[in-house]
């Protein structure tokens, strides 16, 4: 068993195979917080001290007690109302108008397997893999219950997090902020990482030191968006990637956001994440109840690296579903970037032979294939194949590609409309504008309202009547803007269409995934604007980012691999001069980079001559080689791209009998300095042979001192070692 309740000091502990984590139903119901770390026996509660406070009040049952005050005591799950001046975990308006919580425990139970989250994505277990804890607490004025809900994965370090608000009182509420994982740590001194960006730059790394007041960050874009990613750790000052305490959230949620991270006045660390604060307000009457997405938590004592191979392992294995969870995905070209919204199905017919001569495996129709979308200003909405640019019949296109030996992809971006379009001319009511405002544009779209089950209904048919014309094997899911102008008809209260829509978004990708269960969805949003583990539940690989220069994606793809598998992680090689930045890299430089993710071509191969061809045979030929190793080895970092010459990282099997390490030099100076990358992950004092030169190597000297990295002439030169043991 590992979660275990002890009568006796009233302690509830959850173990996983490193960690443990424990709590403490105190003697006023208060479920106070003791422990999350390295594995450890016993009743942790003498961590807790007590003493007047001065200004921090306290419960009235504590009477003249003034050494007991919830504004010090670390908490699982603290409300505004109870004297804990700190950024609360929940907020609530009563019926009285008032705002107070007061949730005390009431009973638990333990049951086998992993709860479910029904309309949210949710990581997922067999009974005999996971274990769930259910805690109930209620304010005993208002009635009011809080279900506290806790998933335990022993074998992958993983606790999850999620919570319910039911008004099983009298009378209307409204939750006003919504946090299901809150972290309370008595002492020490932390950095919050976080991974922030905008479009085309996506998710790169930023460490600060926590202080004292707030540090916040969130989306407030109705989607967990390019600038903050739903995903954060809090590490040691001193921890590195092989060594130190760090913990990890991750938000399983696309829409708005918000983590925060303080030292409080004696210096005790507070992380939360949850639901963002902004337009957030949601109404329940009695019997009504609300539940909130759920936040997976890692620890681990060992350095991030650990962290991050504890979030791949369990996103790969126990979010992601489909026939694709575990398996290598086709090696495809997608149309955008060879021609944009400039084809037919001539043209697609070309770029598919070049396609099949070349070894990739699947053919990708981007935007401008419905409707009369010839361009971004008009279309969006119109979901009927343009037979007339096609020059055939869907069904007829994807035979005669699937003749070629090609599997067939194609792309949509169902939650928008232009204005220029036949659907917003009928149902100009389906789209979110505020009464009275003209709304903002983004790329002249607007947003349908998927909060309203109609909407959602309406758009999924018209997908649905597209994808049953032909063989589709392979589906884009784009998203092209931000959110704005929130309003919807349906509803009087506005506070929850946001929620709404995500939950309108999830219900759509539910219904697609089981009607056609072979299909491959991609999730994309504008490349990474809504790369987050709610996604990957419904779309095991999302576009990383719509940069696709290899120097700009080493950052892009570090700073996504503290979290993200990937075997999540979408990545093409591109024209050079790349469309994006103008840079110039080779064929193989754009191949190794690409390599680091699901791997496929976004280029014209009408353009490219022989030697770029018989480079693009090899890469497909090693690609799949290599891609067990790639989406299913542990991943390590071995440099940091925003600081260092080389941008370098490792996939090693789980039984340390293979290695693939790439690099790819970024600075470069006359008469060249040596960079000796120290692999990891080896069998220590194991020879390891390079398949690619056939040298034999020491794993112990490799992972102490290093291998040089060849000075090689010209810029961003790309090396690759492939070990593999002799023992």
């Known amino acids: 068993m590992c979660i275990s309740y002890n009568e006796a000091d009233k302690t509830i502990t959850l173990h996983t195979k490193h960690t443990t984590y424990q709590m403490q139903i105190d003697k006023y119901g208060f479920l106070l917080h003791l422990y999350y770390g390295r594995s450890a026996a016993g009743c942790m509660d003498y961590l807790l001290t007590y003493y007047d406070r001065g200004f921090s009040g306290n419960p009235y049952e504590a009477g003249t007690d003034k050494t007991y005050s919830m504004d010090s005591l670390p908490q699982e799950f603290p409300s505004l109302g109870t004297g804990d001046f700190r950024s609360p975990a929940c907020i609530i308006q009563n019926t009285d108008h008032t705002y107070c919580s007061d949730f005390r425990y009431v009973s638990h139970s333990i049951r086998p397997g992993k709860y ?222 060879a021609s944009y919204f400039d084809f037919t199905g001539e043209s697609l017919l070309r770029l598919a032979e070049q396609a099949a001569d070349l070894g990739i495996e699947m053919l990708v129709m981007d935007d401008g294939w419905f409707g009369s979308r010839d361009s971004d200003l008009l279309g969006l909405g119109d979901w009927e194949v343009n037979e007339k640019k096609l020059g055939c019949s869907l069904g007829e296109l994807i035979q005669k590609v699937n003749g070629l030996g090609l599997k067939f ?49 309406y758009i999924y048919e018209k997908i649905c009547a597209v994808l049953d014309q032909g063989n589709v094997e392979y589906v884009k899911w784009d998203m092209n803007r931000s ?114 993710g699901t791997f496929g071509y976004e280029l014209n191969l009408e353009e490219l001559g022989a030697e770029e061809k018989a480079e693009i045979r090899r890469q497909i030929k090693e690609y799949k080689q290599y891609a067990s190793l790639i989406q299913q080895g542990l991943y390590y970092r071995l440099t940091n791209p925003q600081t260092d010459n080389q941008g370098a990282w490792e996939f090693v099997s789980e039984d340390k009998t293979e290695a693939l390490v790439q690099t790819v030099s970024i600075k470069k100076h006359a008469n060249m300095t040596v960079d000796y990358i120290k692999v990891r992950g080896l069998k220590e004092n194991t020879i390891y042979r390079d398949t690619h030169s056939g040298i034999r190597y020491n794993s112990t000297v490799l992972m102490e001192a290093g291998i040089p990295t060849p000075v090689l002439p010209g810029e961003y030169q790309t090396y690759q070692w492939h070990f593999v043991s002799e023992e």
């Open 116 to 337: 479910n989250l029904p309309g949210l994505p949710a990581v997922y277990a067999k009974d005999e893999d996971a274990q769930t804890l259910e805690i109930t607490l209620k304010d005993p004025a208002t009635n009011i219950t809080a279900l506290l809900l806790y998933g335990i994965l022993p074998g992958y370090d993983i606790i999850t997090r999620s919570v319910k608000i039911i008004n099983t009182g009298e009378g209307q509420i409204a939750i006003k902020k919504l946090a299901p994982a809150c972290l309370d740590i008595l002492s020490g001194d932390y950095d919050y990482i976080t991974f922030y960006g905008r479009h085309a730059m996506e998710r790169n790394m930023q460490r600060m030191p926590v202080g004292h007041g707030i540090t916040k960050i969130g989306s407030l874009r109705g989607t967990s968006s390019h600038q903050y990613n739903p995903a954060v750790i809090l590490a040691e000052h001193d921890t590195t990637e092989k060594a130190g305490g760090c913990y990890g959230m991750t938000f399983v949620y696309s829409g708005g956001f918000q983590s925060e991270a303080g030292m409080d006045q004696y210096s005790q660390t507070r992380l939360l994440m949850g639901l963002s604060e902004e337009q957030f307000d949601y109404a329940l009457k009695t019997g009504e109840e609300f539940q909130s997405p759920e936040v997976i938590l890692t620890y681990s004592s060992k350095g991030l690296e650990t962290l991050s191979q504890n979030l791949h392992r369990c996103m790969r294995t126990h979010l992601c579903r489909g026939m694709y969870k575990e398996t290598r995905r086709p090696i495809l070209i997608n149309s955008w970037e």
């Open 409 to 457: 992809g194609i792309w949509i971006e169902p939650e928008m409309v232009n204005e220029d379009s036949n659907l917003y001319r009928k149902h100009p009511e389906w789209a979110l504008v505020i009464p009275g405002r003209t709304p903002n544009r983004s790329r002249h779209q607007l947003v349908l309202d998927f909060s309203q089950k109609e909407v959602v209904d």
């Open 483 to 596: 959110i704005t102008d929130v309003y919807s008809a349906a509803t009087d209260n506005q506070g929850r269409v946001l929620h709404d829509y995500v939950l309108g978004l999830y219900d759509f990708l539910e219904r697609l995934v089981n009607r056609y269960p072979h299909i491959l969805i991609e999730g994309c949003s504008g490349g990474g604007g809504r790369f987050d583990a709610g996604m990957l539940y419904y779309t095991p690989q999302i576009w990383c980012s719509d940069n696709t220069d290899p120097v700009d994606r080493l950052e892009i793809q570090y700073g996504t691999s503290f979290i993200y598998p990937a075997s999540s992680v979408g990545s093409h090689v591109s024209a050079s001069p790349n469309h994006q930045t103008g840079r110039i890299t080779s064929m193989e430089t754009r191949g190794a980079v690409a390599m680091a």
